[in-house]
Structure formats: structure tokens, C-alpha cells
């Protein structure tokens, strides 16, 4: 059984920055991908990004593409997103993932763990 913890959001104005975490317990780590998803008010969830079991592959929505990054720690079981250059159009819930796979994925369904989600704002 794997749990997933969030941290890092919180309130920002546009064109800040913010670093979410995502620590996970139980299980192997290092053998699963892990991903990021968000959910605005009135939205359904949607994917943000997702990295390989390695690091070595990333996936990334269009909407981030070359303002968020994600990177792990597979040392401290630990995923992290830097999200810079945040719109208004950005905040939601974000919520941490686990793939039931090594490889990057972008479908909800192929998820097997959620956190509990951080909530991010992004003021104008």
C-alpha cells in the first residue's frame, strides 16, 4: 500500500513561481512513474506531467509545456514540479499520481495512487 503526500502550494501572483513535492511511502519508488494531474473549480481533472520510473523520460501537457518541469529523487522517494512564469488560467488542486507502470502516461485510469492534492492559486 503507497501513500502519497503533497507539498509546496499555496497562493502566488502571475509570473511567480512555486515548487510542489510529492513524498511517497510504501512500495518501490524507484520502479513506478509518477505524475502530476489538476483539477480547477467546475473542471474535471486533467493531466499536468508525468516522468519515468528512471527520470529519464517526461511527459508534459501542452498547456505547461516550458514553464513546468518535473524531476525526482528517487534516493528520497520524492517527485518534484517547479512551475514558473504561473497564469491565473493555472489554479486548481494539483495533485500527485503514481502509474501503475515505469513508463511516462497521461490517463487517469492508468494511475494506481493519489495524494490527497495542495491547492495552488495563481492571483492576477
Known amino acids: 500500500q503507497a501513500e502519497l503526500v503533497e507539498s509546496g502550494g499555496g497562493l502566488v501572483q502571475a509570473g511567480g513561481s512555486l515548487r510542489l513535492s510529492c513524498a511517497a511511502s510504501?512500495?518501490?519508488?524507484?520502479?513506478?512513474?509518477m505524475g502530476w494531474f489538476r483539477q480547477a473549480p467546475g473542471k474535471e481533472r486533467e493531466f499536468v506531467a508525468s516522468i519515468s520510473w528512471s527520470g529519464g523520460v517526461r511527459k508534459y501537457a501542452d498547456s505547461v509545456k516550458g514553464r513546468f518541469m518535473l524531476s525526482r529523487d528517487n534516493a528520497k522517494n520524492t517527485v518534484y514540479l517547479q512551475m514558473n512564469s504561473l497564469k491565473p488560467e493555472d489554479t486548481a488542486v494539483y495533485y500527485c499520481?503514481?502509474?501503475?507502470?515505469?513508463?511516462?502516461?497521461?490517463?487517469?485510469?492508468?494511475?494506481?495512487?493519489w495524494g490527497q492534492g495542495t491547492q495552488v492559486t495563481v492571483s492576477s
Open positions: 510504501g512500495g518501490t519508488f524507484s520502479n513506478y512513474a
Open positions: 499520481a503514481r502509474s501503475r507502470y515505469g513508463n511516462t502516461w497521461s490517463e487517469e485510469r492508468e494511475s494506481d495512487y
